[in-house]
């Protein structure tokens, strides 16, 4: 594998962690792992003219632990598009909720008024009851006398 000329490159950590000799010595030397952590998504420089490495932050580095760079204008209207779908459907989201919020409101109430009027019809109900019995009550007594 070699460097494509009139490519640009960037090291990848992923990449270079995929090899286990370099998990090792990113989790023994400190200096390594700095280095590794702070050229990440770096630029490759000074490739050979063989195309076989390249240096970052003064450390040489081969084509198969980096990635091709993307131009910047593909890079920044992808994530203009991202981020405009994600504020999409976060608006969307935050709407579908206060509809929601609106609708809970809305059968509150009437359950309230349902309820209410529950309640009246249940004291007249009661009442009528009472009176019923009132009436069977006088009507005992009266064939009593």
């Not at 594998?1 to 962690?17: C, D, E, N, R, V």
């Not at 580095?61 to 779908?85: M, N, S, W």
């Amino acid at each position: 594998m070699k460097f494509q000329p009139g490519k640009k490159y960037t090291f990848s950590k992923a990449k270079w962690l995929m090899d286990t000799g370099n998990v090792w010595t990113y989790e023994s030397y400190q200096s390594i792992r700095d280095w590794a952590d702070k050229s990440d998504g770096q630029e490759v420089v000074n490739i050979t003219t063989d195309g076989t490495a390249g240096y970052v932050n003064k450390h040489i580095v081969t084509p198969e632990y980096c990635d091709i760079a993307k131009p910047c204008l593909h890079e920044v209207f992808g994530q203009a598009v991202k981020r405009l779908l994600h504020e999409d459907r976060e608006d969307k989201i935050l709407e579908r909720i206060s509809m929601i919020e609106d609708e809970i409101d809305n059968h509150k109430h009437s359950i309230f008024l349902l309820e209410d009027e529950q309640e009246t019809l249940l004291d007249e109900l009661r009442e009528i009851q009472e009176q019923d019995r009132l009436a069977e009550d006088r009507v005992w007594r009266q064939m009593k006398l």
